[in-house]
T-cell receptor
Framework: EAGVAQSPRYKIIEKRQSVAFWCNPISGHATLYWYQQILGQGPKLLIQFQNNGVVDDSQLPKDRFSAERLKGVDSTLKIQPAKLEDSAVYLC?????????????FGPGTRLTVL | DQQVKQNSPSLSVQEGRISILNCDYTNSMFDYFLWYKKYPAEGPTFLISISSIKDKNEDGRFTVFLNKSAKHLSLHIVPSQPGDSAVYFCAASARETSGSRLTFGEGTQLTVNP
């Protein structure tokens, strides 16, 4: 079974530029998550989708971050414009359903460096 | 506000001995707890979980203990193996939280020496 795919794996941009990350969840997984992991910290949930609807985006900085999952499968996360403090690993995860006991499977992440 | 804390950034043990990783939480609404393991350049992978109705859950070499009154949980690995060397994250969720949001600790780097 293929895991969660993410691209690109690494990205370096200047501050105030825009960047987008892509995620393809495990086939059949209805729930998709985007996490931000800053160096030395644990992952922090940015947004959670159930199919193509948003379940939780309370921790998403909506002035610069946006995410979509138009067809309920793959998803993109965008930052526009980027700030230095956005340097982090962006992790995508998916789970079969919305239940708290549904295991979240993580992709390898995209490491973003903002200069 | 760090609701889940792992106070030890690193832990080093000898192969064959016990590894004990600790985690404290402050939010009394947390009722489901998980441990994830992370190797370099990979995403975290689920290891073991425990519900607040239990105080212990075991899976092979891994056992998680929950002390609700102390708001503390620990992960025991016995015996430790070099392949267990990784970053371990403690995570928690609350029933009232929308969806299935996990709140993670900062992680503990475990090194198992041959």
């Amino acid at each position: 079974e293929a895991g969660v795919a993410q691209s690109p794996r690494y990205k370096i941009i200047e501050k105030r530029q825009s960047v987008a990350f892509w995620c393809n969840p495990i086939s059949g997984h209805a729930t998709l998550y985007w996490y931000q992991q800053i160096l030395g910290q644990g992952p922090k949930l940015l947004i959670q989708f159930q199919n193509n609807g948003v379940v939780d985006d309370s921790q998403l900085p909506k002035d610069r971050f946006s995410a979509e999952r138009l067809k309920g499968v793959d998803s993109t996360l965008k930052i526009q414009p980027a700030k230095l403090e956005d340097s982090a690993v962006y992790l995508c995860a998916s789970s079969l359903g919305l239940g708290r006991t549904d295991t979240q499977y993580f992709g390898p992440g995209t490491r973003l460096t903002v200069l | 506000d760090q609701q889940v804390k792992q106070n030890s950034p690193s832990l080093s043990v000898q192969e064959g001995r016990i590894s004990i990783l600790n985690c404290d939480y402050t939010n009394s609404m947390f009722d489901y707890f998980l441990w994830y393991k992370k190797y370099p350049a990979e995403g975290p992978t689920f290891l073991i979980s425990i519900s607040s109705i239990k105080d212990k859950n075991e899976d092979g070499r891994f056992t998680v203990f929950l002390n609700k009154s102390a708001k503390h949980l620990s992960l025991h690995i016995v015996p430790s193996q070099p392949g267990d060397s990784a970053v371990y994250f403690c995570a928690a969720s609350a029933r009232e939280t929308s969806g299935s949001r996990l709140t993670f600790g900062e992680g503990t780097q475990l090194t198992v020496n041959p």
